[in-house]
């Protein structure tokens, strides 16, 4: 029986520590719950994006904040300037005075994380140098960098299509 | 029983409390000090050695056991030039334990995190736009205002006119990137010329990545220009003075160019180009640089052990390092380091004025009412593949102060 409550101080000591570890990680922010749209939700690679940009809509963020907009990386997909497991900014907005935000890639953010091209000297985009970005679902977050609010959608990246 | 319970239940403590303890990662004393960069994008060229000669500048202070035994930690991130992505690393990094400074190696991140800066009570580093001088918070600028070096520029510009004997007062040509670091110059710069009495043509700005140069210069040269003040990240000022000399005109003008003119890397493209070009730098260029013996026995120990790829920015990144082991002790001295916070470095910062820099930039400037790196600028001029100094060290004049922001 002594013994029996002895384990039982110990698991519930060593609960207390962990559950103190992990509120330290996860800071979940109280709120509306932050949307997410990805403008178009499917797309192809080709240079018309830096025209006509992958664009975010999002919703139920703290009024004026900064957003980050945040591609996933897939185990296994290398990008130039990425350490593995981190995920790769791709537009920055702010939220208007209802939480709404709208942002669009920026070219160099086209070139850098889809095309991943390379650079010249002449600070022109290298396009011998680009590896781009494999087709499937992309995760997309959205990130309040004030409220820590995420959103998150899909971005799928298909095949282009065949030259007829 | 008793006596065993009391031991297991110690054991069990223990166990908890070095988990919590590994977990927060105090291992040792360690500061951290993020350099949001650009390793492999448009402006890596430059890039690369001020972040090689920072980050061999922090193994050197950590190999000497750290400052009063507490190690840096340098983080290097490549944003690839992109604000988006260096937003996004900032956000990764800016709950990492006494994070005490950012280098934001772009005016447009910089602008872009100095709203996160503020919120986290910190401090940040930015290229050189005379805005942070003209409102003052939490970012200091590298050296003087861009506006500041081209008002050297101009001054150096006209002492030249009167000593080849010219009366009045030149025409002068401004060509730069279409951005908004190509248009901070004359944000007080144009006053400044007015103030001289130089003409200032209409500027030519052209998109970064341009071939050709051509278009531009000519327009200038046609409207009378006596100078021609070339802006852009080496390489592009050493591509524009390329042009130039293709097109004969560095027969005919004087080109100048600012801080980020020509270094080694442009040189060693383009040295009959450039000769006769004058740049005016904030930190020690040319035969200065090589001359300077610490930075490059840096070079040697961690580099290389001889000078040929040595580029003077390497010092510059240097000198970066010595003003953040400078601000640290002096933060330290005021809070100690468990009470060490962000902010405490920002107020630091305010207060290493006059911080000697081993001769790689004039003395610190920074101050409660000055986020000017330094305020001393020297000109230099190409000569023979070689950049060598014309001038002493002098004050640039203060052009932010002139234009309305």
């Known amino acids: 029986m002594r013994y029996f409550k002895v384990i039982m101080l110990f698991v519930f000591i060593m609960g207390l520590v962990l559950g103190a570890l992990v509120c330290q990680t996860s800071q979940l922010s109280a709120g509306p719950q932050a949307k997410l749209e990805v403008i178009p939700a499917e797309t192809f690679l080709s240079p018309a994006l830096i025209r006509k940009p992958v664009t975010f809509k999002g919703s139920g963020f703290a009024p004026k904040e900064m957003i980050s907009v945040e591609m996933v990386l897939p185990p296994g997909l290398k990008m130039k300037g990425i350490t593995e497991g981190e995920d790769v900014g791709i537009a920055v907005g702010t939220s208007d005075e209802n939480g709404n935000f709208t942002a669009a890639m920026q070219p160099t953010a086209t070139l850098n994380w889809f095309f991943q091209v390379g650079w010249t000297p002449l600070t022109r985009p290298n396009f011998k140098e680009a590896r781009p970005i494999p087709p499937g679902v992309y995760t997309i977050n959205a990130t309040g960098l004030d409220s820590d609010r995420v959103a998150t959608s899909t971005l799928k990246i298909v095949p282009p299509p065949k030259k007829k | 029983m008793r006596k065993k319970c009391l031991i297991f239940l110690s054991i069990a403590l223990t166990i908890c409390f070095s988990i919590a303890t590994l977990s927060s990662s105090s291992f040792a004393k360690e500061v951290a000090y993020l350099s949001l960069a650009d390793y492999t994008g448009p402006i890596a060229g430059l890039n690369v050695p001020a972040d090689m000669g920072l980050e061999d500048y922090i193994k050197e202070i950590n190999a000497k056991g750290g400052v009063d035994g507490i190690k840096i930690k340098f983080i290097g991130i490549d944003t690839r030039y992109d604000v988006a992505r260096a937003v996004s690393a900032y956000k990764r990094y800016r709950r990492t334990k006494r994070l005490l400074m950012v280098n934001s190696i772009s005016t447009g991140i910089g602008k872009a995190v100095a709203r996160l800066i503020e919120r986290d ?42 000593a080849k004997g010219k009366s009045g007062a030149p025409v002068v040509g401004f060509v730069n990137w279409d951005s908004s670091y190509g248009r901070e110059h004359l944000r007080g710069g144009k006053e400044y010329a007015e103030k001289l009495g130089i003409k200032l043509l209409p500027p030519e700005f052209f998109p970064p990545g341009t071939l ?100 003077e920015v390497y010092a510059m990144g240097m000198s970066w390092g010595l003003t953040y082991v400078a601000g640290l002790k002096d933060a330290l001295k005021a809070v100690g380091y468990e009470k060490l916070k962000a902010d405490d470095m920002y107020k630091a910062y305010q207060r290493i004025t006059g911080l000697d820099r081993l001769g790689i930039q004039g003395p610190c400037a920074y101050s409660p009412t000055s986020r000017r790196g330094s305020l001393e600028v020297k000109t230099y001029r190409v000569k023979n593949g070689k950049i060598i100094p014309i001038t002493g060290w ?12």
């Open chain 2, 394 to 405: 002098r004050k640039a004049p203060d052009a932010v102060s002139l234009h309305k922001f």
């Open chain 2, 121 to 162: 009570k910190r401090a940040q580093l930015v290229p050189g736009d005379g805005e942070f001088q003209a409102h003052l918070g939490r970012n200091f600028i590298w050296g003087p205002a861009y506006q500041d070096a081209f008002a050297a520029s101009l001054d150096w510009i006209m002492a030249d006119w009167k």
């Open chain 2, 212 to 311: 050709k140069h051509d278009v531009y210069l000519t327009r200038l040269a046609k409207a009378g220009a006596h100078y021609i003040h070339a802006g852009g990240v080496d390489p592009t000022p050493t591509n524009v003075i390329r042009d130039a000399y293709a097109l004969g005109l560095t027969k005919k003008l004087q080109m100048t160019c600012g801080y980020w003119g020509p270094t080694a890397l442009g040189i060693g493209v383009h040295a009959k180009a450039l000769e006769g070009s004058v740049i005016t730098s904030f930190y020690e260029r040319g035969t200065d640089a090589i001359k300077n013996k610490i930075p490059t026995d840096l070079w040697k120990k961690y580099r290389d052990c001889s000078l040929e790829k040595y580029n």
